[in-house]
């Protein structure tokens, strides 16, 4: 079982910045596939970032390329998501999500990932 407990959210005005953390527990990180969704009221969870096991690889939706970056510390079982010139329409809850199985490929849906932690609210005012 992996237990993944996110922090770091919070309010922000627009332009400003926030650094999520997800610290796991459970099974061996270093093996694990990590992402972060958000899902904004009324729509779809949507897929931000992921990050391969090695950290070799990693995916950005275009909506934050260049504002978003994910990192991860294998040593402190951490994934990272420094958020940098915020805009409104960034409001939404963040979730850390893994994927133990750690294929070749990185997943890219809600349903690759079977395990989730309980979400941070981040709220980016005008």
């Known amino acids: 079982q992996v237990q993944l407990v996110e922090s770091g959210g919070g309010l922000v005005q627009a332009g400003g910045s926030l650094r999520l953390s997800c610290v796991a527990s459970g099974r061996t990180f270093s093996n694990y596939h990590m992402a972060w969704f958000r899902q904004a009221p009324g729509i779809e969870r949507e897929l931000v970032v992921a990050?391969?096991?090695?950290?070799?690889?990693?995916y950005y939706a275009d909506s934050v390329k260049g504002r978003f970056t994910i990192s991860r510390d294998n040593a402190k079982s951490t994934v990272y998501l420094q958020m940098n010139t915020l805009k409104p329409e960034d409001t939404a809850v963040y979730y850390c999500?893994?994927?133990?199985?750690?294929?070749?490929?990185?997943?890219?849906?809600?349903?690759?990932?079977?395990?989730w932690g309980q979400g941070t609210q981040v709220t980016v005012s005008t």
């Open positions: 999500a893994a994927d133990p199985a750690g294929g070749f490929f990185i997943r890219m849906t809600v349903a690759g990932y079977p395990y």
């Open positions: 990050i391969a096991r090695s950290a070799g690889n990693t």
